[in-house]
């Protein structure tokens, strides 16, 4: 069984864009700022959002993060996207979701400025994406397409299940397996909550993308002996031994299907840290739009 470091390979593209950067550096060019816009004090959010920053600084991006309380009214947060839309440094940035109820994601997301997109969430990046044209990608999907191809997994003419179907996750996931690229060309099926055995689905999955958001839901009697399983849920479980109170679980139960699968990501160390890379790659990206 082979266990696909999404930490390590992680490492290793931040050490490239480190060299690009430096080298963008020398030669006196843009260096390249992300900016991350928190709102509100939820636990998870303030990890993955630290979690960018501190990436940011060890590739030597620019990275500035914005707090804004929970009482932020709709309009407010306009005029902060706004901003960062119209400031000439930030080649890119993020609305860390979810956003407190009140406020309207989609109308936040409507108003980023596509080039500025480097979630690949807005409607013009979506549409690039799924019509096969340059753009934003967004990054857990895009993450875990670099694991695949830089673990060497055959994506072509696989059975691929993706579970769930947000649209940060697993309908972008979808459209990046199926189109017609290496990797890519899978014959994929996406479930979600209203699909008839599930099980079913997934035993024929030779690839399984799980992105439900409940906490080691896929059992060995779902899996194919072989398959291999990557498992994009990060759930906090309650867990008295530990310090924080809580560890951390994948939507994969990962202890139970080790020994039937033929590579598995760990939570953590899987996927997590792919997206922040992957966010990184497009915000170098931006940085080089002229
Ligand atoms: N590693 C990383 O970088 C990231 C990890 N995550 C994690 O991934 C998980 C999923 O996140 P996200 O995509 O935002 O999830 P959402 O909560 O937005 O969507 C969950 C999806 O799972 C489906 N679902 C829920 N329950 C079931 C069920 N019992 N059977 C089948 N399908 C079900 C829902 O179906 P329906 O549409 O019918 O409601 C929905 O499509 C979470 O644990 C999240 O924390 C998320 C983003 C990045
Ligand atoms: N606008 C927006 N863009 C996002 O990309 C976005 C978002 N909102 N909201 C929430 C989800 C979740 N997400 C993660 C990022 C990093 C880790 C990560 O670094 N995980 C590490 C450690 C996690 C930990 O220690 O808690 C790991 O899995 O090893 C996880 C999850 C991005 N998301």
Redesign the pocket.
Known sequence: MQVLDG?ALAQTIKEELKAEVDAIRQAGGKIPHLAAVLVGDDPA?Q??VR?KVRSCEEVGFRSTLIRRPATITQEELLSVVEELNADPDVDGF????PLPGHLDEEAINLAIHPRKDV?GFTPVNVGRMTLGLEAYLP??PNGIMVLLERYGIETSGKEVVVLGRSN?VGTPMTILLSRKSNPGNATVTLCHSRTKDLAEHCRRADILVAAIGIPEMVTADMVKEGAVIVDVG?NRVEDASRKRGYR?AGDVNYDDVKGKVSAITP???????M??VS?MMNTLKASKVK
Do not use: R
């Open positions: 930490k959010s990890v993955y979690n993020i609305v860390q979701l979630d990054a857990t940060i990060i951390l939570v953590p160390g899987g996927v997590g840290p997206t922040i966010l």
